[in-house]
């Protein structure tokens, strides 16, 4: 049913488009006449506003569909010079939309009028030219399908997506802070609950104990009193381990980023593919991002995702570090609506990296993570 759900998309993207690129025809024509006349006392104003609502309904809803094909969110553009943008896309799409459907119907046809197509000779050589004619446009038009629905998306994106500039870069550096302050002050939080609740609490048994050994005069319960004191001092230890290994796991500074990951997929409970190609070693707060975020995500897959497989990869291209944490469960999660998702966003905005979700319902579900940054020292054999 997944796998069924997973290849109807792309067909159905195609139609849904020309679909609403024909509807984009008389909306156009309309949004023209609006316009024309608006000099003439503003006679066409109060209906423009009207169409200029469903013109913004419409390039949400491609914005949205584009993103759930991309993988990423599309941010909307600013109110100023956004009615441009889109009827600017809506143009385009007028003509694109329709246009891709008929092309895979043109070929199809193509396929049908060689199957009815009737030759004055019949032979083998004949019946395996028409065969292999029939089964090249099959192929094409089956192929141009994904292709056309990605290409589609890739243009939304590029059209209606807002144009970088000073003022929303500033922005993007102010909010990146602001994550990086509130992921350190949760940090700290973290650590000050763990000792509290952990070590200290321990620590207070140990001393309680031997303040009743100091008053205690029967052998026995002396014996005891040693003996739970040195418990929750051993305890105490394991509790500071953990804290420690929180905040910077030992197996991160001897093995690094790749030892590290492939030590956190043998602890999740399902079967991980680690496909990892790292020729040296990122700096350590970068090294330590992305190994918290990628332990985050396999936890996430474990317990929510109900899959059976998972994978993660990897790999150094171009100056962008780029880690993908993939699963074959059910799918849904939510950049908005999960908590998990939105620490690890925060934990790499702080780098002025990115997380992308794509993750249909149904499944499969991909995280895919880049950080901008060089690597630094050789790498190191983490086996």
């Known amino acids: 049913m997944r796998t069924i759900r997973h290849l109807l998309q792309p067909p159905a993207g195609l139609l849904l488009n020309?679909?609403?690129?024909?509807?984009?025809?008389?909306?156009?024509?309309?949004?023209?006449?609006?316009?024309?006349?608006?000099?003439?006392?503003?006679?066409?104003?109060?209906?423009l506003a009207r169409l200029l609502v469903v013109v913004r309904a419409l390039t949400r809803l491609q914005r949205a569909r584009a993103a759930g094909v991309l993988g990423h969110r599309i941010t909307e553009?600013?109110?100023?010079?956004?009615?441009?943008?889109?009827?600017?896309?809506?143009?385009?799409?007028?003509?694109?939309?329709?246009?891709?459907?008929?092309?895979?119907?043109?070929?199809?046809?193509?396929?049908w009028k060689i199957v009815r197509l009737r030759t004055a000779e019949a032979g083998m050589s004949a019946t395996l030219t028409l065969s292999l004619a029939?089964?090249?446009?099959?192929?094409?038009a089956l192929a141009a399908i994904p292709l056309l629905h990605t290409l589609q998306a890739r243009l939304a994106e590029r059209m209606l997506r807002p144009e970088p500039s000073l003022a929303s870069r500033v922005r993007q550096l102010t909010e990146s802070r602001?994550?990086?302050?509130?992921?350190?002050?949760?940090?700290?939080?973290?650590?000050?609950?763990?000792?509290?609740?952990?070590?200290?609490?321990?620590?207070?048994?140990?001393?309680?104990?031997?303040?009743?050994v100091r008053g205690a005069s029967d052998p026995d319960q002396i014996r005891d009193?040693?003996?739970?004191?040195?418990?929750?001092?051993?305890?105490?230890?394991?509790?500071?381990?953990?804290l420690v290994r929180g905040i910077h796991p030992p197996v991160l500074a001897d093995r690094g980023l790749a030892g590290a990951i492939q030590a956190a997929s043998l602890l999740c409970p399902i079967p991980v593919e680690v496909d990892i190609d790292l020729p040296a070693r990122p700096d350590a707060p970068v090294e330590s991002a992305l190994y918290f975020a990628a332990a985050e995500a396999l936890t996430n897959v474990a317990k929510h995702s109900l899959a059976?497989?998972?994978?993660?990869?990897?790999?150094?291209?171009?100056?962008?570090?780029?880690l993908t944490v993939g699963d074959d469960g059910r799918g849904g999660a939510d950049l908005a609506a999960g908590t998990?998702?939105?620490?690890?966003?925060?934990?790499?905005?702080?780098?002025?990296?990115t997380l992308a979700v794509h993750s249909p319902v149904g499944g499969p579900s991909e995280l895919t993570m880049e950080l901008p940054c060089a690597l630094s020292s050789p790498k190191i054999s983490h086996f």
């Open 178 to 212: 602001a994550a990086a302050v509130d992921a350190q002050a949760a940090e700290l939080r973290r650590i000050e609950r763990d000792l509290h609740d952990g070590a200290q609490a321990r620590l207070i048994s140990v001393r309680m104990n031997l303040g009743l």
């Open 134 to 140: 029939i089964v090249t446009f099959v192929v094409i």
């Open 18 to 47: 020309a679909v609403t690129g024909a509807a984009a025809w008389p909306l156009l024509v309309l949004v023209g006449m609006c316009a024309a006349l608006v000099p003439f006392g503003g006679l066409g104003r109060p209906l």
């Open 225 to 242: 009193l040693v003996q739970e004191a040195w418990e929750s001092a051993g305890q105490a230890l394991v509790d500071l381990r953990d």
């Open 340 to 353: 998990g998702l939105a620490g690890i966003r925060r934990r790499l905005s702080a780098f002025d990296g």
């Open 308 to 322: 059976t497989r998972a994978w993660v990869r990897l790999s150094h291209s171009g100056g962008v570090l780029r």
């Open 77 to 111: 553009p600013s109110p100023r010079g956004r009615t441009v943008r889109d009827l600017a896309w809506l143009a385009v799409h007028a003509v694109v939309g329709p246009a891709c459907l008929m092309s895979v119907g043109a070929l199809l046809a193509s396929a």
